[in-house]
C-alpha cells in the first residue's frame, strides 16, 4: 500500500462510520487467526475456525477495497 492509499484510508476511518467497522472488523479477525496460528495442535473446530475467519477477512478486506476505489474515483483520484 502506498502513502496515498495509506493517508486516504486514514482518512476514510476518520469520515465514515461503515469504513471504520470494516477496518475493526477486520483487525479482530487478524488477531484471532494470530491465536489460531500459534496453536502447536489445533482441535479440527480450531482449524475449521480459521478458514472460515480467513474467508471472512477476505471478504471484509474486498468491500475495504472497493469502498477505498469507489472514494477515489468521487473524489477524481487515480
Known amino acids: 500500500m502506498n ?4 493517508s ?4 476514510l476511518m476518520a469520515v465514515d462510520p461503515e469504513f471504520r467497522a470494516l477496518v475493526l472488523e477486520h483487525q479482530q479477525y ?3 487467526l494470530s491465536e489460531l496460528t500459534a496453536l ?3 482441535t479440527p ?3 475449521m475456525e480459521e478458514t472460515i475467519l480467513k474467508k ?3 471478504l471484509v478486506k474486498d468491500k475495504m477495497e472497493a469502498m477505498l476505489n469507489r472514494y477515489k474515483r468521487q ?3 487515480k
Open 75 to 77: 473524489m477524481g483520484l
Open 45 to 47: 473446530e480450531e482449524l
Open 30 to 32: 487478524e488477531a484471532r
Open 56 to 58: 471472512k477477512k477476505l
Open 3 to 6: 502513502a496515498n492509499s495509506v
Open 8 to 11: 486516504l484510508k486514514e482518512h
Open 40 to 42: 502447536p495442535y489445533p
